[in-house]
């Protein structure tokens, strides 16, 4: 079936050269990039997506009670960190 398509100058230099590298007429070149470019955006429906599922890790020991981590404790061991990483330079 013939169709005229209105391409961007570079995507159709692209192509040309592609067919001419490859020993292949333009209209089959284009018609491989189309069906990959169809292959790739295949997604399923909105309703039979598959829920992702993360790995269950099993720990040695339970988990310490929780702490809430905020913005200024994570702040706080940075420099704690930070200050052990420059004493022990420092020793050296």
């Known amino acids: 079936m013939k169709t005229t398509f209105d391409l961007p100058n570079d995507l159709l230099r692209e ?14 070149v284009a018609a491989e ?9 295949k997604t ?10 993360l790995p269950l890790i099993q720990c040695r020991h339970p988990a310490a009670p929780r702490k ?3 913005a200024d404790k994570v702040a706080e061991m940075l420099l704690k960190q930070e200050a ?3 004493h022990e330079t420092a020793r050296r």
């Open 33 to 41: 990039v189309l069906r990959r470019g169809l292959a790739e955006t």
């Open 15 to 28: 192509m040309k050269l592609r067919a001419v590298l490859e020993g292949r007429k333009l209209k089959d």
């Open 44 to 53: 399923p429906s909105r309703g039979r997506r598959r829920r992702v599922t």
């Open 68 to 70: 809430e981590l905020t």
């Open 84 to 86: 052990e990483w420059l």
